[in-house]
């Protein structure tokens, strides 16, 4: 029977990232390794024969309570003396219960069998490998390295599977040694033609552990092109070149996952546009933001819009940066936006959109001293380009009230005095 039947793949992962610490084990080859057992197939009588045909036909058939009632009688007509039939019996025991996932029945049966040490070699250690299985299930580490240990001393070459390298691997993980995982779950990857994407996962949650992000970056590359649509390699392999500073790398990993359309949270969206902009490619983290928000994958905050201004404006959009701006401004408890905004305005000479934004600033109030001075000098120079000279005195007016804003505000009203004595001569 199987390891990965019994053992699923999320385990084996969880394994690998979540080990107590219980100390690095010396290699816990079992000091049978080099003792040679002479033990060798024996005959049975043709009643016993036919009766363990039988059970075995019961097995077969899944009728495994029968299966028991066979083994049970046996077993009580079995003499004490006779070691190899005991352990036979008990073998087949063990089976049974496995299959049907009573593993502490089936351990206790292989213990009895193994401890009777009856059985030819192959079999005797065969089943060290079904009780190193067992230990782990039943998170008896230790025990369980030491059985696979011996299990690979004694074992045939061609008997070794890809599956029993990821067995060690996951016992190993517990104790925590990542290099010993390492070095068994790359053997395991390199025995199959088609490995299996746990043992990638379990091979890079080492890597992780020993911060070795060349490896995990190595790791990534090979799981990519086997999985490619799943995000979170793409994402993973670009955090690691970002962490290596390998920042062209990390920025084309991700902007390709992006093409793809594998990005579809607020956190992938903006990893990206924030890539972006620490890459100087501004027109392009205002378009993944953009794209983001309208797609109602980015929270439509204060934030986010703001971002997504402040990204326009630096790709000098200017339409684009207003329309993200008054958004936030719609959600914003202060005016700050909105002042940001009039100062676009007012350089664009849109001197009425202006106003709106800049009234919008002041009534929400929540700024600065000086960015309040700031908002009525531009008021009045809206009011002022739109002709309403007396509101333009007005704000100007309130504009001197501001220690930074005094100087430039009478300047302004000597400007407005000028313009209304041109007009009146």
Same mark, same amino acid.
């Given at each position: 029977?199987?390891?990965?039947?019994?053992?699923?793949?999320?385990?084996?992962?969880?394994?690998?990232?979540?080990?107590?610490?219980?100390?690095?084990?010396?290699?816990?080859?079992?000091?049978?390794?080099?003792?040679?057992?002479?033990?060798?197939?024996?005959?049975?009588?043709?009643? =016993?024969?036919?009766?363990?045909?039988?059970?075995?036909?019961?097995?077969?058939?899944?009728?495994?309570?029968?299966?028991?009632?066979?083994?049970?009688?046996?077993?009580?007509?079995?003499?004490?003396?006779?070691?190899?039939?005991?352990?036979?019996?008990?073998?087949?025991?063990?089976?049974?219960?496995?299959?049907?996932?009573?593993?502490? /029945?089936?351990?206790?049966?292989?213990?009895?069998?193994?401890?009777?040490?009856?059985?030819?070699?192959? =079999?005797?250690?065969?089943?060290?490998?079904?009780?190193?299985?067992?230990?782990?299930?039943?998170? $008896?580490?230790?025990?369980?390295?030491? $059985?696979?240990?011996?299990?690979?001393?004694?074992?045939?070459?061609?008997?070794? =599977?890809?599956?029993?390298?990821?067995?060690?691997?996951?016992?190993?993980?517990?104790?925590?040694?990542?290099?010993?995982?390492?070095?068994?779950?790359?053997?395991?990857?390199?025995?199959?033609?088609?490995?299996?994407?746990?043992?990638?996962?379990?091979?890079?949650?080492?890597?992780?552990?020993?911060?070795?992000?060349?490896?995990?970056?190595?790791?990534?590359?090979?799981?990519?092109?086997?999985?490619?649509?799943?995000?979170?390699?793409?994402?993973?392999?670009?955090?690691?070149?970002?962490?290596?500073?390998?920042?062209?790398?990390?920025?084309?990993?991700?902007?390709?996952?992006?093409?793809?359309?594998?990005?579809?949270?607020?956190?992938?969206?903006?990893?990206?546009?924030?890539?972006?902009?620490?890459?100087?490619?501004?027109?392009?983290?205002?378009?993944?933001?953009?794209?983001?928000?309208?797609?109602?994958?980015?929270?439509?905050?204060?934030?986010?819009?703001?971002?997504?201004?402040?990204?326009?404006?630096?790709?000098?959009?200017?339409?684009?940066?207003?329309?993200?701006?008054?958004?936030?401004?719609?959600?914003?408890?202060?005016?700050?936006?909105?002042?940001?905004?009039?100062?676009?305005?007012?350089?664009?000479? $849109?001197?009425?959109?202006?106003? =709106?934004?800049?009234?919008?600033?002041?009534?929400?109030?929540?700024?600065?001293?000086?960015?309040? @001075?700031?908002?009525?000098?531009?008021? @009045?120079?809206?009011?002022?380009?739109? /002709?309403?000279?007396?509101?333009?005195?007005?704000?100007?007016?309130?504009?001197?009230?501001?220690?930074?804003?005094?100087?430039?505000?009478?300047?302004?009203?000597?400007?407005?005095?000028?313009? $209304?004595?041109?007009?009146?001569?």
């Amino acid at each position: 029977m199987g390891y990965r039947r019994h053992i699923g793949n999320g385990l084996i992962v969880a394994a690998a990232i979540a080990g107590a610490a219980l100390g690095r084990p010396a290699i816990a080859q079992s000091s049978q390794c080099g003792v040679e057992r002479n033990m060798r197939v024996q005959a049975l009588d043709e009643f =016993t024969w036919r009766q363990m045909n039988e059970m075995y036909e019961a097995v077969g058939q899944e009728d495994y309570a029968e299966a028991l009632e066979d083994i049970r009688r046996m077993i009580g007509r079995a003499r004490d003396n006779d070691s190899y039939l005991r352990a036979i019996l008990f073998q087949a025991r063990a089976q049974v219960k496995w299959a049907l996932q009573d593993y502490d /029945g089936a351990l206790e049966s292989f213990e009895a069998a193994v401890e009777l040490d009856a059985l030819p070699d192959p =079999t005797h250690f065969s089943l060290m490998y079904q009780l190193a299985q067992l230990y782990y299930m039943k998170e $008896r580490y230790r025990e369980a390295l030491d $059985r696979l240990e011996l299990w690979f001393c004694k074992v045939t070459p061609e008997k070794i =599977t890809a599956d029993a390298y990821i067995l060690k691997a996951s016992i190993y993980a517990q104790f925590p040694d990542w290099p010993a995982v390492i070095e068994a779950v790359s053997t395991a990857i390199e025995m199959s033609e088609k490995p299996n994407e746990s043992w990638y996962t379990l091979k890079l949650a080492a890597h992780y552990e020993m911060n070795d992000f060349p490896a995990a970056g190595d790791t990534l590359e090979a799981m990519i092109p086997l999985w490619p649509d799943k995000k979170q390699y793409w994402v993973q392999l670009s955090q690691v070149y970002f962490k290596l500073k390998q920042d062209d790398k990390a920025l084309a990993t991700l902007g390709l996952a992006y093409r793809k359309g594998l990005l579809d949270s607020q956190a992938d969206i903006l990893y990206l546009a924030n890539l972006y902009a620490f890459r100087e490619v501004p027109l392009k983290s205002a378009q993944v933001l953009q794209g983001g928000l309208d797609g109602n994958i980015v929270e439509p905050s204060e934030k986010h819009w703001t971002m997504a201004g402040d990204s326009w404006y630096a790709a000098e959009e200017l339409e684009e940066a207003l329309a993200a701006y008054e958004n936030a401004g719609k959600v914003a408890l202060d005016g700050d936006i909105d002042l940001r905004r009039g100062y676009i305005l007012i350089d664009l000479e $849109r001197w009425e959109e202006a106003r =709106t934004a800049l009234r919008a600033a002041v009534d929400k109030g929540g700024i600065s001293e000086r960015k309040m @001075g700031d908002a009525y000098l531009m008021i @009045g120079m809206s009011e002022f380009n739109l /002709g309403n000279f007396d509101q333009a005195s007005t704000a100007w007016g309130r504009a001197s009230r501001y220690p930074r804003a005094k100087a430039a505000a009478e300047q302004w009203m000597n400007h407005l005095r000028e313009e $209304r004595a041109r007009r009146a001569s």
